[in-house]
């Protein structure tokens, strides 16, 4: 399955009342890649949450396939998440004391016995597809290239039709940064899904379909990758 983006009046305020974020109108069609620059502190990751419905102080409309985020309670949009939405950050979140299965395949923990299988499985493929053995090592042990691959992996595991990354180089060197983009955009092109990658890396968004650039919470531009 493939999911596109509609935004119609995405709104996001703070407390007091000062706009944090304003999208008028933005579509972005089933298995496109969309980078999102911009400066520090200008709405980058306000507008990714946002997609993920984890913004409770947004309004209008935030719609994957026939999925309105911002109509549904929080409960519905965290089993939305769970079931279509994979999500890549920047300090990885991973338990250091668990190996690099146990980490990818977590989200197995919250579905029946089933599903879980069918998580591991998943889990187990990417991460050999990322070059991460399946050994009892702990993640405490691995460089920031390979826990950043665990995470990809983790992301992916419940086969998503959604990635959202947010700032998914920041940490890494830039022969190592290079290759996890060569990685993930790998496995989202051959599998259709759509990704939406926030970044201050050059080489990120030049690797994607389409860009735009938040600027004090508005779209400044928007155009394809060149």
Avoid at 44 to 73: C, H, R, Y
Avoid at 100 to 112: I, K, Q, V, W
Wanted: charge should be negative; aromatic fraction near 4%.
């Amino acid at each position: 399955m493939t999911l596109g983006l509609t935004i119609n009046a995405l709104a996001v305020t703070a407390a007091s009342g000062r706009m944090l974020l304003d999208v008028p109108k933005l579509h972005l069609a089933p298995g496109s890649c969309l980078g999102v620059r911009g400066p520090s502190g200008a709405g980058k990751s306000t507008f990714l949450f946002s997609l993920a419905g984890l913004i409770e102080n947004a309004s209008g409309a935030v719609t994957w396939g026939e999925t309105n985020l911002l109509q549904m309670p929080a409960g519905a949009r965290a089993a939305f998440r769970r079931r279509s939405v994979g999500m890549v950050f920047q300090d990885f979140l991973l338990f250091e004391e668990l190996s690099a299965s146990a980490n990818a395949a977590l989200s197995g923990a919250y579905s029946d016995p089933a599903h879980q299988k069918a998580i591991e499985s998943k889990a187990e493929e990417v991460l050999t597809r990322l070059g991460i053995s399946h050994g009892a090592r702990t993640v405490d042990s691995f460089s920031g290239g390979e826990r950043q691959r665990v995470a990809i992996a983790r992301a992916l595991a419940s086969d998503p039709a959604v990635i959202l990354a947010d700032e998914p180089t920041a940490s890494l060197d830039r022969k190592t940064a290079d290759a996890l983009i060569d990685d993930l955009l790998a496995l989202v092109r051959d599998t259709g899904k759509t990704l939406v990658a926030v970044s201050h890396d050059p080489a990120v968004y030049t690797r994607m379909d389409r860009v735009i650039e938040i600027v004090d919470g508005r779209i400044a531009t928007d155009e394809a990758a060149r």
